[in-house]
């Protein structure tokens, strides 16, 4: 099984939705661009928020047991996908990579 790396390319933040539609959370996001992950034996890395593991999860799995390609050529590295958290208001976009054996675990 490879081991997945997964980036945090960008933030963003709906000042205007939060304000009409979020009640107020003590805790909100905390991912920050450059952050990486490594997932080994497609567990969730600590620190990892929660949310954005649900919609990551399926594609770490996928390229941890060495699935390419999703959606007919979508990426030009076919073992990676660029995918965002379900978070409407505050919404984080991963680069998800499967690393080679050799390869390092960071960036």
Known sequence: MKNVRITVM???????????YEN?????????VGQVFVCKDWQKPEGMCDSAWETLSPFVMALAHGAQNFYDGWMKDP???MLS???GFRPVSFLVEALDDN???KP
Do not use: G
Request: aromatic share 4%.
């Open 85 to 87: 958290c379900n978070d």
């Open 24 to 32: 107020p959370i003590e805790h909100a996001c905390s991912m920050r």
């Open 103 to 105: 390869e390092e675990e």
């Open 10 to 20: 960008k933030v963003a933040r709906y000042d205007d939705l939060i304000e009409r």
């Open 79 to 81: 073992k990676s996908a």
